[in-house]
């Protein structure tokens, strides 16, 4: 099996584990209130001190750096006066493309949405097929293999030829990037069923529909949502690229034409969003994941 | 001519993987009747599990024959239910998930829902589980995790209840604890139990028969042994027992004499 989605496995039995440990430490007798907001506290600050530090060490070495008059790109100081207008009003809109960011992310957000989740269903689909069957995955894993090294955007000239129009076309590309994780993914976690599972249906005569739903989907969990996990980064990082070819409304759109318009300042403020964004998508997925998967992952 | 209640017929099994093939069970043959316990013992790898396989359907016979209440054993079912060597229950489930769904599945046209629930209790209470009715298997101990198993297989009625060294991976004082679970259980409900052990000590406590078997490949059984102790035992009463101490060295003897573990060929 590709070893890319083997190594990658452990990283959500790690998010399943340390839900488990939050949920043991829950049932805590309520103490006093100031004893208990105490360590809260401490903790917070030990989480959030360090990089707190560390981004405000490198704001100060780039405002150094840039503030020479001769500089090629602004300073943060800079960043913040020339784009003022869009950190403070992301949801302006003045018709056409000339909106606030808050409305370009949504577009694009819009479009992952569609691309991911036809991605998602598609890719444990074929992933079961794959898991299940010795002749399609002899037959479909080596096709699966070269098209997932495809970059993405060399399916966009493919795509805009075939459905002639760049809607579509974007969430296509969503979709073929992601689909390749999730596929091999859940594939991985089927055959690696444990035989003791399969057994314990086997006596409980479980027909296939059940045998899918109470076995099958469980035990491959935290597999499928490994798969997931690696889709929607994926799925994000096409999105960015293939607006600034296909245009509209749309957060790469959005740089792509502030780059055009010469300008910076508001392509990093725009950055800036588009790395929050893709940080709080992975986020999401890994929250479901261990929220589907407690238990799953330890026996 | 009538069978008896679980029948072994000569049975032979023979794995083929391409070219090799290795013959692991010839000419088996036992008779089992209703209500028996019979404990199995034999060295590691001489295809003991390979057997309760057979019975529970999972695995196919190559020779021969297995019958159980008159009728041919054809594939795994819930009628002989298996206690896995290691547990086997479904981590994302409870421990009352992992025996409502043998129920479930069992009884479903057979019980209502409410009945379902209070057997499904009732079955917990059996292996004294109900406490834990709600932790997964990741939460509690191994000991508890193999009584889940054993009200999971009970729960299902079988006709003959099957377990693949169930004490194997438990300390000594659980081990005892839950050998004396299943001697009561057993008195209480009959059930017809065929036992996989390494521990003859555990074999002679629990069992009507042991049966003996020589090393692999090829094993057969060598050896069946009756143990005429009286109903119910206890464990420190039988310690200096006579009829005990004959039936340990038997099987010991056997094990140990005459059929001495030899590193696999
Ligand atoms: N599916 C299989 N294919 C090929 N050989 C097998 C298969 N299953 C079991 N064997 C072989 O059959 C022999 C008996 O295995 P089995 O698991 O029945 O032993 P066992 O008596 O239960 O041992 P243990 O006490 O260690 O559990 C072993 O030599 C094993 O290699
Ligand atoms: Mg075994």
């Given amino acids: 099996m590709p070893s890319p989605a083997l190594k990658s496995v452990p990283s959500t039995a790690k998010p399943a584990g340390s839900t488990q440990a939050s949920v043991v430490a829950l049932p ?48 943060p100081s800079q960043v913040l006066t020339d784009s003022w207008e869009l950190i403070a009003h992301p949801f302006y809109d003045n018709g056409g493309i000339d909106k606030g960011l808050g409305w370009h992310l949504l577009a694009s957000l819009q479009r992952v949405a569609v691309g991911y989740a036809i991605a998602a269903v598609v890719g444990v689909a074929l992933g079961v ?25 060399a399916w966009l000239p493919l795509s805009l030829a075939a459905f002639r129009d760049g809607e579509p076309s974007a969430i296509f590309v969503i979709f073929i990037t992601s689909v390749w994780p999730v596929i091999i993914n859940t594939a991985v976690g089927i055959r690696n069923i444990p035989a003791d599972y399969v057994n314990v249906a086997k006596v409980l005569r479980l027909n296939g529909l059940e045998y899918f739903a109470k076995i099958m989907i469980p035990a491959a969990a935290p597999y ?38 010469s300008l910076i300042s508001d392509i990093i403020v725009a950055l800036v969003y588009v790395g929050l964004t893709g940080f709080v998508l992975d986020r999401m997925v890994a929250g479901v994941a261990s929220l589907v998967t407690r238990g799953t992952a330890n026996s | 001519m009538t069978k008896a209640y679980l029948s072994i017929e000569n049975v032979g099994k023979t794995f083929t993987r391409g070219a090799a093939t290795t013959e692991v ?20 790898g001489c295809g003991k599990s390979t057997l309760l396989n057979l019975i529970a359907g999972l695995t196919e016979v190559t020779t021969g024959g297995i019958f159980l209440d ?45 009945e379902r629930h209070d057997w499904t209790m009732r079955n917990l209470e059996l292996v004294h589980m109900a406490h834990a009715k709600d932790k997964r298997p990741a939460e509690i101990s191994g000991g508890m995790k193999q009584r889940i198993g054993i009200a999971r297989a ?77 109903r119910p035992r206890h464990r420190l009463e039988l310690a200096s027992d006579p009829t005990t101490i004959r039936c340990r060295s038997a099987v010991l003897k056997f094990l140990y004499e005459r059929n001495r573990f030899v590193e696999a060929a």
């Fill in chain 1, 28 to 75: 805590v007798k309520p103490a006093p209130r100031p004893a208990r907001l105490q360590p809260l506290l401490a903790h917070a600050g030990e989480r959030l001190l360090p990089p707190t530090l560390v981004l405000a060490l490198i704001l100060f070495i780039w405002e150094i750096a840039c503030s020479s008059p001769g500089a090629s790109l602004p300073p």
């Fill in chain 2, 154 to 230: 009970l729960a299902m009625e079988p006709k003959v209840l099957l377990l693949d060294e169930p004490f194997g991976a438990l300390d000594a004082l659980t081990r005892a604890h839950l050998q004396d679970q299943v001697m009561q259980i057993h008195a209480t409900l009959g059930n017809t139990v065929i036992m996989i052990t390494h521990d003859v000590d555990e074999a002679v406590l629990l069992s009507d028969r042991i049966v003996m078997m020589t090393n692999g490949p090829s094993a057969r059984i060598g050896e069946v042994l009756g143990v005429p102790l009286e």
């Fill in chain 2, 70 to 114: 008159n009728a041919a054993v054809q594939g795994p079912g819930p009628e002989r239910a298996v206690v896995f060597q290691n547990h086997s229950l479904l981590p994302w489930l409870t421990a009352y998930e992992n025996v409502k769904l043998a129920v479930d599945k069992v009884f479903s046209g057979k019980k209502s829902k409410g």
């Fill in chain 2, 25 to 44: 069970l010839r000419g088996v043959s036992l008779d089992v009747a209703r209500g028996e316990y019979v404990s199995i013992i034999g060295h590691s």
């Fill in chain 1, 129 to 153: 097929l794959v898991g299940q069957s010795t002749w399609a995955m002899r037959g479909l894993d080596p096709l699966f293999q070269v098209l997932r090294t495809v970059p993405p955007l």
């Fill in chain 1, 224 to 261: 499928i949502f490994t798969g997931l996990r690696i889709g929607v980064g994926l799925s994000w990082l096409a999105i960015v690229a293939a607006e600034m070819l296909i245009g509209g409304v749309g957060i790469g759109f959005f740089i792509w034409d502030a780059w055009n318009s």
